[in-house]
Antibody, heavy 120, light 106 residues
Framework: QVQLVQSGAEVKKPGASVKVSCKASGYTFTGYYLHWLRQAPGQGLEWLGWISPNSAGTTYSQKFKGRVTMTRDTSMNTAYLELSRLRSDDTAVFYC?????????????WGQGTMVTVSS | IQLTQSPSFLSTSVGDRVSITCRASQDISSYLAWYQQKPGKAPNLLIYAASTLQSGVPSRFSGSGSGTEFTLTISSLQPEDLATYYCQQLKSYPLTFGGGTKVEIK
């Protein structure tokens, strides 16, 4: 079954870091870029960046540069998002999404989401 | 690139034709996708390249437009279409989304 399965909910204190995983199955992990996005409660979608599971190359949104790190483990077919120096406004559901092979590379497969709560 | 969706909220009846507009702050050619997000779920791709229906998506969904103005149309609204709909531009980084249109069934 083609799917992305993310790690479970996290509660963190301000200033801490969080690492979220995204495990791919049912397709060739290294064949598709993976993107990370987030959605604050009741809000819209915000793009954080992407990682190439093949090369480990990354592109980050300027807004998150310096705080975000995307990595992957090809032996585990898993990608990771680490966000540091957490603030209360980082509270959100974080999603990984596969960049499809369609003509404009829209996101054709999504993880179920990981809720990250930042609270003292 | 900013994307402005309208309306932000829509209350309509089963069987109605629904249209949602997405306007881009600059020319994005056909680099636009539409997603449906049901409550508590991840988004789901409906349309890519402005007008191409994603495999498995019902044919009542269609997309049109190019450049700066785009439309998502649901030809005959079904109860399961209760959701928030987002447009996304894939022309340039940072990738951005519209603010969403919440569709409520009367």
């Amino acid at each position: 079954q083609v799917q992305l399965v993310q790690s479970g909910a996290e509660v963190k204190k301000p200033g801490a870091s969080v690492k979220v995983s995204c495990k791919a199955s049912g397709y060739t992990f290294t064949g598709y870029y993976l993107h990370w996005l987030r959605q604050a409660p009741g809000q819209g979608l915000e793009w954080l960046g992407w990682i190439s599971p093949n090369s480990a190359g990354t592109t980050y949104s300027q807004k998150f540069k310096g705080r975000v790190t995307m990595t992957r483990d090809t032996s585990m077919n898993t990608a990771y998002l680490e966000l540091s120096r957490l603030r209360s406004d980082d509270t959100a559901v974080f999603y990984c999404a596969r960049e499809g092979s369609n003509s404009t590379h829209a996101f054709d497969l999504w993880g179920q989401g990981t809720m990250v709560t930042v609270s003292s | 690139i900013q994307l402005t969706q309208s309306p932000s909220f829509l209350s309509t009846s089963v069987g109605d034709r629904v249209s949602i507009t997405c306007r881009a702050s600059q020319d994005i050619s056909s680099y636009l996708a539409w997603y449906q997000q049901k409550p508590g779920k991840a988004p789901n791709l409906l349309i890519y390249a402005a007008s191409t229906l994603q495999s498995g998506v019902p044919s009542r969904f269609s997309g049109s437009g190019s450049g700066t103005e785009f439309t998502l149309t649901i030809s005959s609204l079904q109860p399961e279409d209760l959701a928030t709909y987002y447009c996304q531009q894939l022309k340039s980084y940072p990738l951005t989304f519209g603010g969403g249109t919440k569709v409520e069934i009367k």
